[in-house]
Protein backbone atom coordinates (compact mmCIF):
# COMPACT_ATOMS: atom_id res chain seq x y z
CA UNK A 1 0.00 0.00 0.00
CA UNK A 2 1.03 3.39 -0.86
CA UNK A 3 1.73 5.43 2.12
CA UNK A 4 3.88 7.87 4.31
CA UNK A 5 4.30 6.32 7.64
CA UNK A 6 5.60 8.70 10.80
CA UNK A 7 6.43 8.23 14.10
CA UNK A 8 6.08 8.60 16.77
CA UNK A 9 2.26 9.68 16.30
CA UNK A 10 2.34 10.99 19.78
CA UNK A 11 5.17 12.69 21.41
CA UNK A 12 5.43 14.66 25.13
CA UNK A 13 8.49 15.90 25.99
CA UNK A 14 10.23 18.28 28.18
CA UNK A 15 12.51 21.62 26.82
CA UNK A 16 15.65 21.11 25.95
CA UNK A 17 15.17 16.94 25.02
CA UNK A 18 16.65 16.75 21.81
CA UNK A 19 14.08 14.55 19.46
CA UNK A 20 13.42 13.43 16.21
CA UNK A 21 10.61 12.48 14.29
CA UNK A 22 10.75 9.95 11.56
CA UNK A 23 8.96 9.98 7.99
CA UNK A 24 8.94 7.47 5.22
CA UNK A 25 7.61 7.10 1.99
CA UNK A 26 7.12 3.89 -0.09
CA UNK A 27 6.33 5.20 -3.13
CA UNK A 28 9.54 6.68 -4.55
CA UNK A 29 8.60 10.33 -4.52
CA UNK A 30 11.55 12.84 -4.98
CA UNK A 31 9.81 15.72 -3.23
CA UNK A 32 9.28 15.82 0.79
CA UNK A 33 7.96 18.23 3.20
CA UNK A 34 7.67 19.07 6.34
CA UNK A 35 4.56 21.19 7.98
CA UNK A 36 3.39 22.63 11.61
CA UNK A 37 -0.41 22.84 11.76
CA UNK A 38 -1.81 25.47 14.62
CA UNK A 39 -5.55 26.31 15.11
CA UNK A 40 -6.13 29.08 12.46
CA UNK A 41 -2.70 29.33 11.27
CA UNK A 42 -3.77 26.00 8.75
CA UNK A 43 -0.41 24.23 7.32
CA UNK A 44 2.81 26.16 7.58
CA UNK A 45 5.94 24.47 5.61
CA UNK A 46 9.14 24.04 7.90
CA UNK A 47 11.52 22.23 5.58
CA UNK A 48 10.90 20.76 1.98
CA UNK A 49 13.51 18.42 0.30
CA UNK A 50 13.39 18.30 -3.70
CA UNK A 51 15.73 14.88 -4.00
CA UNK A 52 18.54 13.36 -1.72
CA UNK A 53 20.66 15.48 0.29
CA UNK A 54 19.03 18.53 -1.48
CA UNK A 55 16.71 20.47 1.10
CA UNK A 56 15.75 23.93 2.35
CA UNK A 57 13.72 26.39 4.42
CA UNK A 58 10.10 26.56 3.89
CA UNK A 59 7.99 29.76 5.71
CA UNK A 60 8.83 28.42 9.54
CA UNK A 61 12.34 26.47 9.92
CA UNK A 62 13.31 28.19 12.86
CA UNK A 63 14.30 25.64 15.53
CA UNK A 64 14.59 23.18 13.42
CA UNK A 65 16.58 20.26 11.24
CA UNK A 66 16.31 18.27 8.65
CA UNK A 67 18.25 15.77 6.58
CA UNK A 68 17.85 13.92 3.32
CA UNK A 69 20.23 10.93 3.24
CA UNK A 70 18.12 8.77 1.54
CA UNK A 71 15.26 9.09 -0.88
CA UNK A 72 12.15 7.19 1.14
CA UNK A 73 13.35 9.02 5.05
CA UNK A 74 12.95 12.71 5.55
CA UNK A 75 13.31 12.99 9.68
CA UNK A 76 12.62 16.08 11.29
CA UNK A 77 15.11 16.95 13.92
CA UNK A 78 14.27 19.31 16.95
CA UNK A 79 17.38 19.65 18.73
CA UNK A 80 16.11 21.78 21.75
CA UNK A 81 12.69 21.82 22.05
CA UNK A 82 10.76 24.17 22.89
CA UNK A 83 6.98 24.80 24.41
CA UNK A 84 6.13 27.00 20.91
CA UNK A 85 6.84 24.32 19.16
CA UNK A 86 3.94 22.08 20.45
CA UNK A 87 2.08 21.27 17.53
CA UNK A 88 1.21 19.12 15.34
CA UNK A 89 3.19 17.60 12.41
CA UNK A 90 2.29 16.37 9.25
CA UNK A 91 5.07 15.11 6.52
CA UNK A 92 4.04 14.59 2.92
CA UNK A 93 5.89 13.81 -0.03
CA UNK A 94 5.09 14.17 -4.20
CA UNK A 95 5.74 12.27 -7.29
CA UNK A 96 8.57 15.04 -8.74
CA UNK A 97 10.51 17.92 -7.77
CA UNK A 98 7.57 20.34 -8.22
CA UNK A 99 4.91 21.78 -6.01
CA UNK A 100 2.31 21.25 -9.27
CA UNK A 101 1.87 17.61 -7.81
CA UNK A 102 -0.57 16.27 -5.66
CA UNK A 103 0.97 15.72 -1.72
CA UNK A 104 0.63 12.69 -0.25
CA UNK A 105 0.80 13.34 3.60
CA UNK A 106 0.82 10.90 6.48
CA UNK A 107 -1.18 10.79 9.58
CA UNK A 108 0.07 13.27 11.66
CA UNK A 109 2.96 13.49 14.91
CA UNK A 110 1.16 15.45 17.54
CA UNK A 111 4.09 16.75 20.06
CA UNK A 112 3.60 18.56 23.29
CA UNK A 113 6.54 20.15 24.84
CA UNK A 114 6.86 20.95 28.51
CA UNK B 1 5.75 36.21 -1.16
CA UNK B 2 2.02 34.32 -1.63
CA UNK B 3 -0.71 34.33 0.89
CA UNK B 4 -3.81 32.40 1.02
CA UNK B 5 -7.25 33.84 3.38
CA UNK B 6 -9.95 31.86 4.25
CA UNK B 7 -12.74 34.47 5.35
CA UNK B 8 -14.79 31.60 7.26
CA UNK B 9 -13.37 29.74 10.17
CA UNK B 10 -16.41 28.31 10.42
CA UNK B 11 -19.67 27.50 8.63
CA UNK B 12 -22.73 24.82 9.54
CA UNK B 13 -24.40 23.62 6.67
CA UNK B 14 -27.47 21.25 7.02
CA UNK B 15 -27.69 18.16 5.20
CA UNK B 16 -28.66 18.08 1.76
CA UNK B 17 -27.92 21.75 1.81
CA UNK B 18 -25.43 23.57 -0.98
CA UNK B 19 -22.13 24.67 0.04
CA UNK B 20 -19.57 27.01 -0.61
CA UNK B 21 -16.39 27.82 0.97
CA UNK B 22 -14.26 31.02 0.13
CA UNK B 23 -10.73 31.21 -0.60
CA UNK B 24 -8.52 34.60 -1.70
CA UNK B 25 -5.19 34.03 -2.88
CA UNK B 26 -2.32 36.74 -3.33
CA UNK B 27 0.48 35.97 -5.76
CA UNK B 28 1.88 37.62 -8.58
CA UNK B 29 2.12 34.82 -11.30
CA UNK B 30 -0.16 32.29 -12.69
CA UNK B 31 -0.78 30.27 -9.46
CA UNK B 32 -1.20 26.80 -8.87
CA UNK B 33 -4.43 26.09 -6.52
CA UNK B 34 -5.32 23.12 -4.36
CA UNK B 35 -8.08 22.45 -2.03
CA UNK B 36 -7.56 19.52 0.63
CA UNK B 37 -9.79 18.27 3.36
CA UNK B 38 -8.95 16.97 6.81
CA UNK B 39 -11.22 14.60 8.66
CA UNK B 40 -11.00 14.61 11.97
CA UNK B 41 -8.10 12.71 13.19
CA UNK B 42 -6.81 12.34 9.85
CA UNK B 43 -4.03 13.95 7.42
CA UNK B 44 -5.04 15.86 4.59
CA UNK B 45 -6.68 14.59 1.19
CA UNK B 46 -6.30 16.00 -2.16
CA UNK B 47 -9.98 17.26 -3.39
CA UNK B 48 -8.90 18.98 -6.65
CA UNK B 49 -6.24 21.12 -7.55
CA UNK B 50 -6.12 24.29 -10.78
CA UNK B 51 -3.12 24.43 -12.76
CA UNK B 52 -4.31 25.88 -16.08
CA UNK B 53 -7.27 25.78 -18.86
CA UNK B 54 -10.75 25.41 -17.72
CA UNK B 55 -11.30 27.74 -14.93
CA UNK B 56 -13.95 24.77 -13.35
CA UNK B 57 -12.33 22.26 -11.96
CA UNK B 58 -14.11 19.04 -10.68
CA UNK B 59 -12.85 17.01 -7.56
CA UNK B 60 -13.65 13.71 -5.62
CA UNK B 61 -16.58 13.69 -3.67
CA UNK B 62 -19.02 15.87 -5.62
CA UNK B 63 -16.74 18.97 -5.28
CA UNK B 64 -15.80 21.18 -7.54
CA UNK B 65 -14.13 24.62 -8.08
CA UNK B 66 -13.61 28.06 -9.84
CA UNK B 67 -10.45 29.78 -10.25
CA UNK B 68 -11.76 33.57 -10.93
CA UNK B 69 -8.61 35.30 -11.99
CA UNK B 70 -10.01 39.22 -11.64
CA UNK B 71 -11.24 38.06 -8.07
CA UNK B 72 -8.67 36.39 -7.00
CA UNK B 73 -10.58 33.53 -5.99
CA UNK B 74 -10.76 29.82 -5.84
CA UNK B 75 -13.86 28.59 -4.19
CA UNK B 76 -14.96 25.48 -3.44
CA UNK B 77 -18.82 24.26 -4.05
CA UNK B 78 -21.02 21.37 -3.12
CA UNK B 79 -24.42 21.00 -4.78
CA UNK B 80 -25.59 18.72 -1.50
CA UNK B 81 -23.70 17.94 1.44
CA UNK B 82 -23.70 15.03 3.13
CA UNK B 83 -23.10 14.43 7.26
CA UNK B 84 -19.99 12.78 5.88
CA UNK B 85 -18.54 15.98 4.63
CA UNK B 86 -17.60 17.61 8.14
CA UNK B 87 -13.99 18.32 8.11
CA UNK B 88 -11.67 21.02 7.77
CA UNK B 89 -11.07 22.14 4.64
CA UNK B 90 -7.99 24.09 3.04
CA UNK B 91 -7.43 26.10 0.56
CA UNK B 92 -3.10 26.03 -0.88
CA UNK B 93 -1.20 28.02 -3.46
CA UNK B 94 1.95 26.71 -4.97
CA UNK B 95 4.94 28.63 -5.69
CA UNK B 96 8.19 27.97 -7.03
CA UNK B 97 8.71 24.74 -4.38
CA UNK B 98 6.41 26.32 -1.75
CA UNK B 99 2.83 25.43 -0.69
CA UNK B 100 1.19 27.77 1.67
CA UNK B 101 -2.00 26.67 3.01
CA UNK B 102 -4.83 29.29 4.26
CA UNK B 103 -6.36 28.74 8.09
CA UNK B 104 -8.85 26.60 6.76
CA UNK B 105 -12.68 25.85 7.09
CA UNK B 106 -14.24 24.05 9.49
CA UNK B 107 -17.30 22.70 8.11
CA UNK B 108 -20.18 21.28 10.55
CA UNK B 109 -23.43 19.22 8.69
CA UNK B 110 -26.30 19.26 10.64
CA UNK B 111 -28.92 16.58 10.23
Known amino acids: EAQVTQNPRYLITVTGKKLTVTCSQNMNHEYMSWYRQDPGLGLRQIYYSMNVEVTDKGDVPEGYKVSRKEKRNFPLILESPSPNQTSLYFCASSFASGIRYEQYFGPGTRLTVT | AQSVTQPDIHITVSEGASLELRCNYS??????LFWYVQSPGQGLQLLLK??????LVQGIKGFEAEFKRSQSSFNLRKPSVHWSDAAEYFC?????????FGGGTRVLVKP
Open chain 2, 50 to 55: YFSGDT
Open chain 2, 27 to 32: YGATPY
Open chain 2, 92 to 100: AVAAGNKLT
